[in-house]
């Protein structure tokens, strides 16, 4: 995944305009799922393709909301630590699954789910007795 990363700055920089999203949402999926991830830029360069990419229902591409959540989720000291998350990182979650929720399946927010993220979105919802609208 690392190996990506530089392919997707490359194509970043030579759109000074930011016309293209799929940049810089694929330079924060290499970033968040590269061996030693930086999540921290993963969800800036997340942040940069739903401001690019524009409204979620005219647009679409709901994974960037739920791989930012994911990132903001794998961040979170409180719940690393077995304790519900705060606001606002708790509202910024919930907004990003809700969101994303309307294009998922529901195994793909259970807690015993087959994927890593799923299955780590899923116990964060249930820690934080959050539920999606």
């Excluded at 305009?17 to 590269?34: M, N, T, V, W």
């Excluded at 647009?59 to 719940?79: H, K, M, Q, S, T």
Aim: proline share 7%; hydrophobic share 40%.
């Amino acid at each position: 995944m690392a190996l990506t990363i530089p392919i997707f700055r490359a194509l970043i920089a030579n759109d000074p305009d930011r016309r293209y999203f799929r940049h810089f949402g694929s330079l924060g999926y290499a970033l968040k799922d590269q061996q030693n991830p930086d999540y921290q830029e993963a969800i800036a360069n997340l942040s940069i393709a739903i401001e690019v990419r524009g409204p979620l229902q005219s647009n679409g591409w709901p994974f960037y909301e739920w791989n930012r959540a994911v990132c903001r989720i794998r961040l979170d000291e409180a719940f690393a630590n077995g304790q519900p998350t705060s606001m606002p990182t708790k509202g910024e979650i919930i907004d990003d699954l809700t969101a994303a929720s309307g294009w998922l399946s529901p195994e793909a927010l259970s807690p015993e789910s087959g994927d890593q993220d799923s299955a780590l979105v899923g116990r964060w919802l249930h820690l934080n007795k959050a539920k999606l609208h």
